[in-house]
């Protein structure tokens, strides 16, 4: 019986040469293909900056009895889950410090960590820009939110003007409450207990990010850069837009 794998990083070259070595059919894209054996991933590194959630995502493939393969380790967890996840930890040892450290350098050179970019934005050169479409969108949000518009109301007025988020998929308060949280659209990028200024273009004041947060906090005017919550934290369970 033939093995179909798919993968969450499109055709990389070495995640094709690798299911060509093990003689697996490619079927494209996780997930939108979700009738797979088995999702490879090009390396534990990229794995572990790329997908928000690792270890969840690991449970959620096997819930879905579908096995994972990690091309650079050339490691799967087709003959024991449990050897494989021992094998992953004692890996993440040695390189989530360096990817700590990478990602740290990142920001604080103001660069984005490299992670998808954020609703109303883009990548360009490896450098975050506007977005034109979603810009209007994201500054509509904040002005609606700052003039006492609810998190469910603006999801619904969004999903009404047939609104797509990032994913091409409806609004929900949740996905509205990251944006307004997201110090990324007032210029400053923050990555763990790291907050920098950005090297990209703000998409609306220090003063509206802080209005908005104050609202979402429940509390009186708070500066952004004596902020200690993380909003986004809160929402992990719900897709990025």
Known sequence: MSIKAASVSGKKKGILDYI???????????????????????????????????PYFLAELFSKDIEVALARENITSFKDRNTFLIKILDLSQNISEKIRFGLERRVKSGNHPG??????????????????????????????????????????????????????????????????????YCGYLRWSNILVKGSHKAIISEKEYEEALSRLKGLSYTPIVNDAFDFQSRYLKDNVP
């Open 115 to 184: 992670f998808p970019a954020p609703y109303g934005y883009t990548y360009k050169n490896n450098r975050l820009i506007v977005e034109k479409k979603e810009f209007w969108h994201v500054k509509k949000i904040f002005s609606l939110y700052i003039n006492g518009k609810s998190l469910s109301e603006i999801a619904d007025i969004l999903n009404k003007g047939k609104v797509p988020t990032k994913k091409g998929k409806n609004w929900k308060k949740q996905t509205i409450a990251k944006i307004l949280s997201n110090p990324i």
């Open 20 to 54: 060509n070595k093990m003689k697996w059919i490619y079927v494209g894209g996780y997930p939108e293909n979700t009738d797979v054996d088995v999702v490879v991933l090009s390396s534990l590194a990229a794995a572990q900056r790329e997908i928000r959630n690792f």
